[in-house]
C-alpha cells in the first residue's frame, strides 16, 4: 500500500544549526513527491516538489530511490522556518497521501 | 483574495444532524479536491472533481458523506446523520491541472457534540 512515514512528531534545533527532516515512502510506482508547509494561522502551501530541483527559502530535498526517502534539509535553521512540516506523495495524478507532520521549533 | 476559500470556518453541531460545508476554488483550476485532517495525522483524501465530475472517492467517505460540484465551479460536502468520529478538519484544495500544486483553503472545523 501507498504509506508515507515521518518518523519524527518534533524536532527542536537551535537558530543556525543544521535541520533535517526525514520522509520515507512505500510506492511501488515511479513516486511523485512534495514537502508542504503550514505556518501558524495559515493554510497548508507548497513548499517544494522534487521534480522540481529547486532550493527554496534554503530548504532542499533530494530523492534517494534505494532508500525510499525524501528527506528535507536546510544547513541553517532560521526562527522563522518553525511550522509544521508535512511530505506528501502524489498518486496517479488524482490525489495526495501525506505523513503525519514533523513540528519544527527552532529556538533562538 | 483570489485563494481557496471555504465556508463556514467552523462548525459545531449536535450528533446526528446534518451539516453542509462550501468550497470556492480557483477560479481557472478545474480539478478541486476533499481532505479530511484529524488531530495528529496529515490531511487524508476523500474525493475529487475534474470540472462537474466526481472521479474518485475514498473508501473514507462513507454513505453518509456526499460531495458534489454542480457547475464545475465552487463544491460542496454534505454530512448525514454526524457522529462523534466525523469531527475534524475539512480541507479542500484545487489545481489546474492533475500533477500541478494543489492549492489549500483554510479548512473548516466541524465539531460533534
Known amino acids: 500500500a501507498q504509506r508515507v512515514t515521518q518518523p519524527e512528531k518534533l524536532l527542536s534545533v537551535f537558530k543556525g544549526a543544521p535541520v533535517e527532516l526525514k520522509c520515507n515512502y512505500s510506492y511501488s510506482g515511479s513516486p511523485e513527491l512534495f514537502w508542504y508547509v503550514q505556518y501558524s494561522r495559515q493554510r497548508l502551501q507548497l513548499l517544494l516538489r522534487?521534480?522540481s530541483r529547486e532550493s527554496i527559502k534554503g530548504f532542499t530535498a533530494d530523492l534517494n530511490k534505494g532508500e525510499t526517502s525524501f528527506h528535507l534539509k536546510k544547513p541553517f535553521a532560521q526562527e522563522e522556518d518553525s511550522a509544521m512540516y508535512y511530505c506528501a506523495l502524489f498518486l496517479y495524478g488524482n490525489k495526495l497521501v501525506f505523513g503525519a507532520g514533523t513540528i519544527l521549533r527552532v529556538k533562538s | 483574495d483570489t485563494g481557496v476559500s471555504q465556508d463556514p470556518r467552523h462548525k459545531i453541531t449536535k450528533r446526528g444532524q446534518n451539516v453542509t460545508f462550501r468550497c470556492d476554488p480557483i477560479s481557472e483550476h478545474n480539478r478541486l479536491y476533499w481532505y479530511r485532517q484529524t488531530l495528529g495525522q496529515g490531511p487524508e483524501f476523500l474525493t475529487y472533481?475534474?470540472?462537474?465530475?466526481?472521479?474518485?472517492k475514498s473508501r473514507l467517505l462513507s454513505d453518509r458523506f456526499s460531495a458534489e460540484r454542480p457547475k464545475g465551479s465552487f463544491s460542496t460536502l454534505e454530512i448525514q446523520r454526524t457522529e462523534q468520529g466525523d469531527s475534524a478538519m475539512y480541507l479542500c484544495a484545487s489545481s489546474f491541472r492533475g500533477r500541478d500544486e494543489q492549492y489549500f483553503g483554510p479548512g473548516t472545523r466541524l465539531t460533534v457534540t
Open positions: 472533481f475534474q470540472n462537474e465530475a466526481q472521479l474518485e
Open positions: 522534487h521534480i
